[in-house]
């Protein structure tokens, strides 16, 4: 699984408004800046985010957004496949049949990539925004310098 630009910026996002959860709203500029993310291209993830039901939007002079539902509820592995799509390695992951591969039934690669796709989704879909806000917070506390890296 290959993370981009895109969904790296889109977790840092989710990952300030979670630290930040019930303070307000935060402009692009103030997510911007605390994530290290051009203005413009937050915009366009926040647009997704905001389409995706991760984040709601205020208007106005005091406007900016915050998390849509609570960080305990928001998963790594459902903003990842809501903006990368499938995470499965190899095409045939996950099927019952599969008719572009004359050896999809005798295949022992196929059982590796499921092995691989199991324990990727094991790890992204029990993180939750909550989880991380607190690993952030501990971090604070120990004083120990953290990074939005995943």
Request: charged share 30%.
């Amino acid at each position: 699984m290959k993370i981009s630009y895109k969904t790296d910026y889109a977790l840092k996002t989710l990952l300030e408004l979670a630290v930040s959860y019930d303070k307000g709203v935060f402009s692009i500029q103030e997510l911007a800046k605390k994530g290290d993310i051009p203005d413009k291209f937050l915009e366009q993830v926040l647009l997704m985010l905001k389409k995706g039901g991760f984040v709601d939007s205020k208007r106005g002079v005091n406007g900016g957004y915050c998390l849509a539902k609570a960080p305990d509820k928001i998963t790594i592995g459902e903003v990842i496949r809501f903006i990368e799509g499938p995470i499965e390695p190899i095409s045939c992951v996950g099927r019952k049949s599969y008719d572009e591969c004359k050896d999809f039934r005798a295949c022992v690669f196929r059982d590796i990539w499921g092995q691989v796709y199991t324990a990727t989704s094991f790890v992204i879909d029990t993180v939750t925004f909550a989880e991380l806000a607190r690993r952030v917070e501990t971090r604070q506390r120990e004083k120990i310098p953290h990074t939005y890296s995943i």
